[in-house]
């Protein structure tokens, strides 16, 4: 033992003073608590490592203060290491890990202080985080491991990184690291550089990082830029995901860069021909090939006749009679169909299709066939309030206007008329192919009766309505002839109210046609000049006799 030894020397050397002998036999020499010192180590026991102190005492390194943990590698005999005075009494002991941690805290203090990052390995997982070594034990919040969310974080266990420290307490020795931060502080100096080295109309390859409803985002390098689904394909994309996949590596263009906003639209679909640039020589009109309908609306079908060219066939352009309703039948989503090209509008892409028009028109045949005047049978379809379409044999519908129901009475309503599926005598008034349209009548099936009442015809009628500048008489149910207050007698009037009084309704009167405007209705009738007429008749009558009699004498006779 050390002590031994100091005993010995003493005993040899008698002339030392009390004062040395104490300072030998404590061994400590100019040591003091906590001071940190510069040692070899020259021994290793069960307890520890003997160190030398340059004195007469040795001093200890205890292994206890590792407990059951691995010892450093630096302790062995002969090297020299740096150590702390942590015990005075009896034999110095002396602390390696004390000076090592405080090194660590110092050397992770200083990184804090400087802003500056610092290697460290994760250790365990623990509630909310992990454990990393960075020299000393620091605690990264799950939020902080990667810059998206971690569910699993026992994979990062035993892996080396950069981190940022967060937070920093010595005297409660508590640290806090980031990875995220370093890795978001990366994308964005690697963002700002890439941005600013893209510009509009460069053509780049990119990874699908990420699809959404409406795109998908593509890393070009460090920033991401937005494929819109309407920039994939010249064609309509329903879904982008029936295009792309998540790591998928897609070459784009440039669109357009914000870099004010730090945003980036690409396109795949302009790296490739737009099938409307060559439409019109690809469809011209008159070809007849087959598509899919793609969508049904209420006024047509979009038919795909390749990808990404859809053309319009309009609910009319189906079929020549009951175009509607046959194409209801007809026409569904995702049928294929024979369409015929009847015109392309290449600057507003469009196309019009007409399944119709790959069969013979009708409408032609009509026109040859149905001459005005034609009398034909028909069968009522369908009535509505301006008139009724009538089924001709041909198959094809012409419409009887509701003017055209009757010459004489005022048709409200077509179906006080006619009713659906009722046979009718119709007569062909015009046939215009171009439109196809067919006007019919019933009225014109029989004579006009305003036409068999010319001027100087002798009618009798009863008065069926007084009004103040006249009264209407009913030739026959239906037709009504006016006489005017001026016409309604020969006798001269006191005044205009004993005018308005002669005609009353329902009198019987006789009178003679004076107008007859067919095509307005009217009918003006006059009592004066029927009783005018007679009157001269009669002088006419007695005129070529001797005795001719005077008027008064005449109609004395008369009555």
């Known amino acids: 033992m050390v002590l031994n030894k100091t005993i010995t020397n003493f005993e040899e050397n008698e002339d030392m003073s009390m004062a040395d002998l104490m300072k030998e ?36 390194i205890p292994k206890k203060e590792y407990g059951e943990g691995v010892l450093p590698a630096e302790l062995k005999v002969g090297n020299k290491v740096k150590v702390k005075v942590i015990n005075l009494h009896g034999q110095p002991v002396l602390s390696y890990r004390e000076v090592v941690e405080k090194s660590k805290w110092d050397n992770v203090e200083k990184a804090f202080n400087e802003g500056k990052h610092i290697h460290g390995t994760v250790l365990k997982a623990v509630k909310g ?11 990264l919040h799950i939020s902080q491991i990667d810059t998206h969310f971690v569910s699993d974080t026992e994979k990062y266990i035993g892996k080396s990184y950069e981190f940022a420290i967060t937070e920093f307490d010595r005297r409660a020795k508590k640290a806090a690291v980031s990875r995220k931060k370093i890795l978001e502080d990366e994308k964005s100096a690697k963002r700002e550089s890439v941005l600013n080295s893209i510009a509009e109309g460069q053509i780049l390859d990119g990874t699908v990082a990420r ?62 021909p737009n099938p409307w640039d060559s439409a019109a020589e690809r469809f011209p009109i008159g070809l007849i090939m087959k598509g899919v309908v793609t969508s049904v609306t209420d006024y047509g079908a979009f038919v795909e006749l390749e990808p990404g060219v859809e053309g319009l066939l309009h609910a009319s352009e189906y079929a020549w009679n009951d175009s509607e309703g046959e194409f ?64 001709l044999p041909e198959g094809i519908e012409g419409l009887i206007h509701i003017s055209d129901f009757s010459w004489t009475g005022r048709v409200k309503r077509p179906e006080d008329v006619v009713k659906k599926g009722q046979e009718v005598d119709v007569m062909v008034l015009e046939v215009n192919p171009q439109n196809e349209k067919i006007s019919l009548s019933i009225k014109h099936t029989q004579p006009d009766p305003y036409k068999k009442y010319k001027a100087g015809a002798i009618v009798k009628g009863k008065i069926v309505r007084v009004a103040e500048f006249g009264a209407f008489m009913e030739i ?16 001269k009037a006191a005044d205009r109210s004993q005018q308005q009084q002669i005609l009353k309704e329902g009198d019987e009167v006789e009178a003679k046609i004076i107008k007859n405007d067919a095509r307005e209705r009217k009918i003006e009738a006059s009592v004066k000049k029927l009783e005018f007429d007679r009157e001269k008749e009669l002088v006419k009558k007695y005129a070529n006799q001797d005795d001719t009699p005077t008027l008064g004498q005449i109609l004395t006779e008369e009555e």
């Open 129 to 139: 985080g992990l454990i990393v070594d960075i020299g000393v034990d620091a605690f």
């Open 25 to 60: 036999y404590d061994g400590a020499g100019n040591l003091s608590l906590g001071k940190e010192i510069e040692v070899t180590i020259i021994e290793e026991n069960e307890d520890g490592f003997m160190v030398d102190l340059g004195m007469k005492s040795e001093g200890l």
């Open 211 to 272: 699809i959404t409803d409406f795109g998908a985002f593509i890393d070009l390098g460090g920033i991401d830029g937005l494929l819109h689904i309407g920039e994939l394909a010249w064609h309509k994309v329903k879904k982008v995901d029936e295009i792309l996949h998540k790591g998928q590596t897609v070459r784009v263009q440039v669109v357009k860069v914000d870099k004010t906003a730090g945003r980036i639209s690409l396109s795949m679909k302009n790296l490739s």
């Open 476 to 491: 026959e149910p239906g037709i009504e002839a006016l006489i005017k207050n001026s016409e309604a007698t020969s006798i």
């Open 328 to 391: 209801k039948r007809g026409v569904k989503k995702g049928r294929e169909i024979e369409v015929k090209i009847i015109d392309v509008d290449k600057e507003g892409k469009k196309i019009s299709l007409s399944v119709k028009k790959m069969q013979a028109n009708p409408w032609d045949e009509a026109y040859r066939h149905y001459a005005p005047g034609t009398m034909v049978k028909g069968v009522i379809q369908n009535i509505m309030p301006f008139g009724a379409f009538v089924k």
